[in-house]
């Protein structure tokens, strides 16, 4: 099994959730969260006065799924989130050891 975690633009979050959900992916975990990258923010002008902005904000989708569901689900979030503009996101795949279902007790894949 494996955790995805996808930093993208707040407003591709719904259509990368229902792609997501079309190729058959129900769970994911959702935060709104800020930060920033290569781009380093921006400035704006705000009454007259200019300000900087250092962290801009962004969504985060957590998936675990099973290994072979990894590529397609990657694969598809790439395809929704990409504006093809600077602070499209990041994708990271991390390996989860266990999942426990904490009402059933199922472990592993069943959890999921």
Same mark, same amino acid.
């Given at each position: 099994?494996?955790?995805?975690?996808?930093?993208?633009?707040?407003?591709?979050?719904?259509?990368?959730?229902? $792609?997501?959900?079309?190729?058959?992916?129900?769970?994911?975990?959702?935060?709104?969260?800020?930060?920033?990258?290569?781009?380093?923010?921006?400035?704006?002008?705000?009454?007259?006065?200019?300000?900087?902005?250092?962290?801009?904000?962004?969504?985060?989708?957590?998936?675990?799924?099973?290994?072979?569901?990894?590529?397609?689900?990657?694969?598809?979030?790439?395809?929704?989130?990409?504006?093809?503009?600077?602070?499209?996101?990041?994708?990271?795949?991390?390996?989860?050891?266990?999942?426990?279902?904490?009402?059933?007790?199922?472990? $592993?894949?069943?959890?999921?």
């Amino acid at each position: 099994m494996k955790k995805i975690e996808a930093v993208i633009k707040p407003f591709k979050l719904d259509d990368v959730r229902e $792609a997501l959900t079309e190729i058959g992916i129900t769970g994911m975990t959702v935060s709104e969260v800020k930060g920033f990258g290569r781009q380093r923010g921006h400035t704006e002008i705000y009454r007259g006065a200019e300000y900087a902005v250092d962290f801009l904000p962004k969504v985060k989708i957590e998936l675990v799924l099973p290994d072979e569901q990894v590529e397609r689900a990657v694969e598809t979030i790439i395809e929704i989130a990409r504006s093809g503009k600077i602070g499209d996101g990041k994708i990271f795949i991390l390996p989860v050891e266990e999942v426990i279902r904490i009402r059933t007790g199922e472990t $592993a894949e069943a959890a999921v």
